[in-house]
Each structure stands twice: as C-alpha cells, then as structure tokens.
C-alpha cells in the first residue's frame, strides 16, 4: 500500500460522514510545489477557509486566492460535525447587545437566520448534493424543569422581537408529531435550521472555489502566519492579506496556543432504520433534536435513514492538544448509545456503525468573530463552539467585503473585529474546562434527584457558555 493510498484510507475512517462519501474523494491534491505570491492566503481548507475564497472569487474572479490545507479538505470539523446549518451564536443575545447595542445584537441574530437560505440557495446554484433538508429544529422538554426553560426560551424570544416564524412553543402532542421521545412534555421549534451531510457540503464547497479559479493546495502544513506570509516546509507564500481559518487547531501556530481552545464532541450512527421505526420515531421533514438537559446532545435522521447522534463530554486536554487517538473516546461513545436508547427506545437493536469524535474551537468569552487588521493584513474568523456550519457563510461573506473594502451591512456586525481575551495558562486552562465539563454532566443527575435547577450548572455554567 502507498503512502497516498494509506492516508486515503485514514481520511475515510474519520466518521460516519467521511465513510459514506464517493469513491475517490480522499485522494490529497498535490501539495505547495514551492515558494508563490499570491492577493489572499487562506490558511484553512474547511468552512470558514472555503467560504472566504468562494465568495471572494465570485465578487472578482482576476483574484490570486490560495487555500492551503495541512491535511484535506474537511479533515476537522468541517467534514465531521453533526450536520446542522443552524443560526446558533455561542453567546448570548445579552451580551452581544452589553458590547454593542440590543438593535445590533437583533441585527446579528437576524443575518445568521437568513444565513441558513443562503448556504442552501449555494447548493441549489452550485449543484452541491448536501443532503439538504430545512425542517427547523426542536429542542425537547422531558421534565418540569426543561419545560420552564422552553418557555423562558419563547418568552425571551418574543421580548427580542422574534415572532412564531422563528421560534415557537410546542405542547406535548405536537413535539412528539415531530419526534416521539419518551417523557416529551413540550418543545421549543426554531424554523432557522436544515440537516445537511457536512462531508458533502465541504468537498463540493472546494470544488466551487476550483472552478471559479481558485487554488487548493493539501498536506501542506502552515508553521507559522505573519504579516505578509504564510510560512510552510515547502515555501513561503506571500500575500498582501492572509486569513487564518483553522478554528480548533489554531493552538498549532505560533501565538495562538491561548486564543481557541480545542473541546471535543463525539457522535455515532446507527445503521439503516426502517420505515415502520421512522413511523413511530418521527423526524419526517428531517427535523434536528436535542433537548433541554445542560450536556449537550444533538442528532439528526441521515438521507439514508441512520440516526446520527452525538453530544459533548471528552476531556480537554492540556495544552490545547489534539491528536487522532483522542477521536476515540469509548466513555463517551458508550454513554451516547445509553442516552440515544433512553431518548428513543427504538433505536436500542439497532447497530452502531460509526463512531467518531472530532474538537470545535471555544474562545474565552465564547464569542465567535471575525475580522481583518487593514495594517498587518491579517484576517481571521472562527470560535463557533460546534455551531459555525451556518455561521462560517457569514463569516466568509463578511471577509469577502472586508478584503475588497465593501461597506456593506455585514461587516458592522457585532462580531466584526471582536478579539477575545486569551485563554488562561495551563494547567488553568485545563482544570477550569474539564471542571465546567464535569459539572455539566452532573447538573441534570442533580436535577432529576431534587426537582430543582441545578446549583452546579448556576455555579460553574459560565465556564462552558460564556
């Protein structure tokens, strides 16, 4: 077996999602040949790399735009997330509006809900076959306790100005119409979000940016991003803009070890379902899920009529580290089998197929942003914390006007130009992560035994929400 044909095989074993993709599409496009000049670096193959050289290629086609990829397009979170372009923002409305304004953080809000359509009006242009399918999302109540926080929810929605083609309350009959979960008592649906298989979405996403132009260069490692340059082993490209977008596995450059901190999700699939189990789970407009609980879970119905499910709870680990071993994480494969089995009884003979885990990026303040220094000529975007399927459009947009000097909505955003502090120095930065991971998977056993909000998810839930 080659080299090539190795890794290949390597990429396809990253997730359910990487398997599933035609034959052929792993194979590594050459790599930088040697020092170039080019008009934009973009350091990073995935969303938010992608995003930027497309948008900038169809705005002005005569543009230089290079994207270089240490390992293929959609290796990180791109290719193996939970698949959901949603309008999520790490933090909350709250306090988007104490550094800006209650209009802007509207404003931010209303661009990421109308960002869902536009990442599906690209597919539909561009001939991308995602998987697409906008059927919202819910968010189940299974306890008196997550039913008061899905009311808050809609109430606080409401005093926001977002009406019931937004977000909406649902009572138990008609949450459990969209998917019959055991002990459902109600449901919050948000309109502003589509299943999509994000394997798909990144490779056609990549071979977009080719046809109109741009170049992709794999296996090409970036040591380091100064003014002016992104430095790899096999030249130096020069560029009067270079924009890192390499969100989790930012720790890797020089003076980045502290700015993202690398958390780890895991997911798993089940094999095909049946029709006669679909009949009774639900999910008929493929309509993501989670629930209330504080640890996070999430999953979708897969066009192939798998169920994907995944949820937080790996531990950091020091140093800002990520490494292929800690893609495999039995604790936390095992509890998502017992929580899906519990969630939805059904799902309990069918087997795991897949099972894979993969880092998002968190910032300290768990703000994503985006922005561009005109004087160094340095760009960046990322901090999603697992919800940057929708929101890397957005910001590829929004770099797009920033590179070409556009004065449009977009770039007065909020998040535009937010730098956050850095994280703490370790081990700090471990101890308070995996404390704020512990204490989550803990809240909701707490909930359960005293039928009151959680004291740990009140103490330590600033350090996993910001």
């Excluded at 170039?36 to 735009?65: E, H, K, M, Q």
């Excluded at 290079?66 to 293929?72: C, D, S, Y």
């Excluded at 193996?80 to 404003?107: I, K, M, Y």
């Excluded at 309109?191 to 996403?205: E, T």
Aim: charged share 20%.
């Amino acid at each position: 077996m080659t080299l090539r044909q190795g890794r290949t095989a390597e990429y396809r074993d990253l997730s359910f999602w990487h398997a599933g993709m035609p034959s052929g599409q792993w194979v590594a496009r050459p790599a930088l040949d040697g020092s170039t000049a080019v008009d934009v670096a973009i350091v990073g193959a995935g969303y938010t790399g992608l995003w930027t050289a497309y948008y900038l290629l169809r705005a002005d086609p005569s543009l230089r735009v290079l994207v270089l990829e240490r390992e293929v397009a959609g290796f990180g979170a791109s290719g193996r997330n939970g698949g959901w372009c949603s309008a999520l923002f790490p933090t909350s409305w709250e306090s988007v509006a104490a550094a800006s304004s209650r209009q802007d953080a509207v404003r931010l809000q209303r661009a990421l809900n109308a960002t869902v359509d536009e990442v599906g009006r690209v597919l539909a242009q561009e001939g991308i076959d995602a998987h697409w399918a906008k059927g919202g999302t819910i968010a189940l109540a299974r306890s008196p306790l997550q039913w008061s926080r899905a009311r808050a929810e809609v109430d606080r929605a409401r005093a926001w100005g977002f009406g019931p083609d937004d977000v909406r309350l649902l009572d138990a009959r008609e949450a459990r119409r969209v998917l019959n979960a055991t002990d459902t008592i109600g449901g919050v649906l948000n309109v502003h979000c589509a299943a999509i298989h994000p394997a798909r979405l990144v490779r056609g996403l990549a071979v977009a940016v080719e046809r109109y132009g741009g170049r992709i260069v794999e296996r090409t490692p970036v040591t380091e991003v100064r003014s002016g340059a992104a430095v790899t082993p096999m030249g130096a490209v020069t560029a009067e803009v270079v924009v890192r977008a390499t969100e989790a596995f930012s720790a890797g450059l020089p003076g980045q070890r502290r700015s993202l901190a690398p958390v780890y999700s895991a997911m798993v699939a089940t094999e095909p379902l049946p029709e006669r189990i679909w009949g009774r789970i639900g999910l008929p407009e493929r309509t993501t899920f989670t629930d209330l609980r504080h640890m996070i879970i999430y999953g979708q119905r897969t066009a192939d009529d798998r169920l994907a499910f995944g949820g937080r709870g790996a531990p950091y680990r020091l140093g800002s580290r990520t490494a292929p071993e800690q893609d495999r994480v039995p604790r936390v494969f095992g509890w998502l089998r017992r929580t899906l089995a519990d969630l939805l009884p059904e799902t309990s003979p069918a087997r795991i197929t897949h099972a894979w885990a993969g880092p998002v990026g968190v910032a300290r303040d768990w703000w994503a942003s985006v922005g561009l220094d005109l004087r160094t000529g340095l760009g960046w975007a990322g901090g999603y914390v697992g919800d940057g399927v929708g929101a890397s459009n957005l910001a590829g947009r929004t770099l797009a006007d920033l590179v070409l000097r556009r004065d449009t909505e977009r770039v007065g955003l909020p998040w535009v130009g937010h730098r956050s502090p850095r994280w703490e120095p370790e081990p700090l930065r471990w101890v308070g992560l995996n404390m704020g991971l512990t204490s989550m998977g803990w809240a909701d056993p707490e909930e359960a035994l005293t039928g009151r909000p959680s004291a740990l998810a009140r103490v330590f839930g600033g350090l996993m929400h910001g």
